[in-house]
């Protein structure tokens, strides 16, 4: 699969924060969990909340918009684990942080 540039290192969100970064028109969920990069769809699928503008709470993102809370290691609603947001893989190459899309 191909890899595709996210950002640069310096870009990625602190520790316990995720922020949104759209790249090729798609909007991309990049969270850092207890030091761990992570980068998930940016689209909640109960209501379409907007995940990178959620807050960590333990090891979940959590959705601003209804409080469903994803692994964002595998992707899976807390509570269902059959409701899932695409992840991807982060690879650091250099100073770029690469996803494999």
Request: proline share 6%; hydrophobic share 40%; with cysteine.
């Amino acid at each position: 699969m191909p890899l595709v540039r996210l950002c640069s290192k310096s870009e990625l969100p602190a520790e316990g924060h995720a922020t949104e970064i759209t790249i090729n028109g798609h909007t991309i969920c990049v969270a850092n969990v207890n030091g761990d990069i992570s980068a998930m769809d940016n689209v909640c699928v109960h209501r379409g909340g907007p995940l990178g503008q959620g807050v960590i709470e333990g090891d979940k993102i959590v959705c601003p918009w209804h409080g469903w809370s994803y692994d964002p290691r595998t992707g899976a609603a807390s509570h269902d684990s059959s409701a899932r947001v695409p992840v991807y893989a982060v690879k650091i190459v250099g100073d770029d942080v690469m996803l494999d899309v």
